[in-house]
Nanobody, 123 residues
Framework: QYQLVESGGGLVQPGGSLRLSCTASEFTLEYYAVGWFRQVPGKEREGIACISVAGSPKYADSVKGRFTISRENAKRAVYLQMYSLEPEDTAIYYC?????????????????WGQGTQVTVSS
């Protein structure tokens, strides 16, 4: 079974930036659309960004204009560059292959999630 590993989270002040990484082991990530998701305790997991196989991005309204998703197939990696972070962005961030190749909608293809990476935005 494929596995995606998230990294790059941390503590950042409001207005700051972070870049999250999602790397794949033992499978060819370039054949999949990949999404980023986040979850706050007590709330449903939210799909916030997705990149298609062709490299076309899609964003949730909550992050549009502040986050940028990209992929580097040679490194089996997908990145989420986050700018202008707000306390409301505090969550555990996960990546997963997307159920829909064109990222419409942003929805995970699996119910099996990795550990995620914690992002905390606080002064």
């Amino acid at each position: 079974q494929y596995q995606l590993v998230e990294s790059g989270g941390g503590l950042v002040q409001p207005g700051g930036s972070l870049r999250l990484s999602c790397t794949a082991s033992e499978f060819t990530l370039e054949y999949y659309a990949v999404g980023w998701f986040r979850q706050v305790p007590g709330k449903e997991r939210e799909g916030i960004a997705c990149i298609s196989v062709a490299g076309s991005p899609k964003y949730a309204d909550s992050v549009k204009g502040r986050f940028t998703i990209s992929r580097e197939n040679a490194k089996r990696a997908v990145y989420l560059q986050m700018y202008s972070l707000e306390p409301e962005d505090t969550a555990i961030y996960y990546c997963a292959t997307n159920a829909y190749a064109r990222c419409s909608p942003i929805r995970s293809s699996t119910d099996s999630w990795g550990q995620g990476t914690q992002v905390t935005v606080s002064s």
